[in-house]
DNA sequence: GCCATATCATGAAGCAATTTCATAACTCTC
DNA sequence: GAGAGTTATGAAATTGCTTCATGATATGGC
């Protein structure tokens, strides 16, 4: 059959304008259109949905069952376009966000907790099950935003400068390394360097310093959480290298020492990966500017 | 603003049916055509439905807001085209009773107790309140059945028999007229009459007995329940007629005696009156011969 | 990576459904 | 029962949905 919801409009309208002259004007029909549609509508239903026998068209009882289906259903849709608008205008919408660099927890959640008080009706995530290949995911909107300091030129896709950052060096403070005033790549040789368990092109100690070395540490150890790695820093079961925003928390304590790595120390830039289409949405532009701020805090902190 | 059924249906069909192609098989129309609605519908709504970069078109997020409104609204609907089917093979319906006769709550309540058990889907109702009017709003399909004893000649309507029976004289067993075998219309002459509140020509007493033997009670009172007329009775304030299917009860207790009135004794027929459409459905047949058995159960008694 | 295949998009043309116009039929009120 | 008000109807015009034919794009196997 094909009841639609043109016709719960008509049902609705007729009732409430109790009549189906007054009717079609508020539907912006003429009365003719209104009658031939509510004749189809009946012979579709097989019922009589008016009492045709008193003038000013009154519902009969089938047709009552149809208002009520009517005015439940009607704001049902009237809310979802509503959410739609809200979507058209950027005040709504999906933010699943991935992260390729495995510490950035460490800032983002601080930055979510911020984002969610003033845009509550954006649907916030973090993906980080898909990390490996968050990019691909990104083009087909499988998420909506990649952290990543690898800008690679993606069609549809826009690297948005975050931040900088230092790639630290961190080990006990009864370590030997701590007596010098920075770290070289040939420092590692003889230590056990602790890391997240990814892929070594995707660690900034690799990537920016061992590999172009041609340095291999003693040995590799791997911890997935950041207060695991410090905590196998502390106990001396061997050193690490973490971003600034990661290592502020220890900076002043005693247990540990934070040393650069190479003599004018390395840094970084994060991105946040986009889809061209969503770069200038209010809220992502709200969460980009949001991680900018929060991360520089924890910088300075 | 257009958002239709048919768009609901779309959406759940392409989402099941994993592609467009399919969905537009199971729809009966052609991928064409669903793309082109597809299309449409996110123009309306100003939002991408779909994700178009991934082959097997896939819900976006709004797409699957969507969903989750198709998936809410479609059942109701479809649940009320059941419920027009069943309207339609006449197993639901609305059964609006008003009854002319004031005395017939006493054999209807036991009918609708009956016949609810195997109609349960049926509306029922008694509508005491508009008695006075009921063949009118008959017409009008105010209500669906008019109990009434004196049928009239009305388009559309008619008038199914339901059972006779005989008003029948009612006095305390202490009162002089007891000692009658039957009673006649001049013996009211000197008695208070106990009548139900209604006009006079609606009262077998006066349409049958009275008004044509021209004869006068010295007094009249009315009451409106059944139940308090057999008290004032009891007590001697007045005499009755009523109905033999009320008197039943009262006709082997040594507080009254029942008389017929006038010597071969009168009687009457009641009738259910009915819209033509309607006469026909089971479940008006099945309370018109339920209300037959009944009430001649009670006159059996 | 490239080609074959599957899948979706698009434009023009045809067709069906909805709307309008003009007017008839009906109901209700006075 | 005349008149105002309201709904129904038929035919024509219009809208918008569907189809056909084909182009564009993604996916998976080699």
């Known amino acids: 059959m094909h009841i639609e919801f043109r016709h719960l409009r008509s049902i609705k309208a007729i009732h409430e304008a109790g009549g189906l002259a007054k009717a079609a004007d508020q539907l912006h029909i003429?009365?003719?259109?209104?009658?031939?549609?509510?004749?189809?509508?009946?012979?579709?239903?097989?019922?009589?949905?008016?009492?045709?026998?008193?003038?000013?068209?009154?519902?009969?009882?089938?047709?009552?069952?149809?208002?009520?289906l009517a005015e439940q259903v009607l704001p049902q849709i009237e809310a979802l376009q509503a959410e739609f608008s809200a979507l058209r205008d950027g005040s709504t919408g999906r933010l699943h966000i991935a992260i390729e660099c495995h510490a950035c927890f460490e800032w983002l959640f601080p930055v979510l907790e911020v984002f969610r008080r003033t845009w509550p009706d954006v649907d916030v995530d973090i993906r980080p099950g898909l990390a490996f290949d968050a990019l691909p995911a990104l083009m087909k909107e499988e998420v909506d935003l990649v952290v990543s300091s690898d800008p690679e030129d993606l069609p549809g896709i826009e690297f948005v400068e975050l931040f900088d950052y230092a790639p630290v060096f961190?080990?006990?403070s009864t370590h030997p390394l701590a007596q010098k005033p920075y770290i070289e790549a040939r420092d590692f040789r003889d230590q056990t360097l602790i890391t997240y368990p990814v892929e070594r092109t995707r660690l900034d100690v690799f990537s920016q310093l061992l590999i172009?070395?041609?340095?291999?540490?003693?040995?590799?150890?791997?911890?997935?959480?950041?207060?695991?790695?410090?905590?196998l820093v502390a106990s001396n079961r061997g050193v690490s290298v973490l971003p600034d925003w990661v290592v502020r928390e220890v900076k002043y304590s005693s247990d540990y020492v934070t040393r650069p790595l190479t003599e004018r120390g390395l840094t970084r830039r994060l991105y946040a990966a986009v889809r061209s289409d969503d770069r200038d949405k209010p809220y992502m532009a709200k969460l980009i500017e949001l991680a900018r701020v929060e991360a520089r805090k924890l910088q300075a902190a």
């Open 30 to 68: 003429t009365q003719s259109a209104l009658s031939h549609q509510i004749k189809g509508l009946e012979e579709q239903a097989g019922v009589e949905l008016f009492v045709r026998r008193s003038k000013p068209l009154r519902l009969s009882a089938a047709g009552f069952r149809l208002l009520r």
């Open 170 to 172: 961190v080990a006990a």
């Open 212 to 231: 172009p070395a041609k340095v291999e540490p003693a040995s590799v150890r791997q911890a997935e959480l950041t207060a695991v790695i410090l905590l």
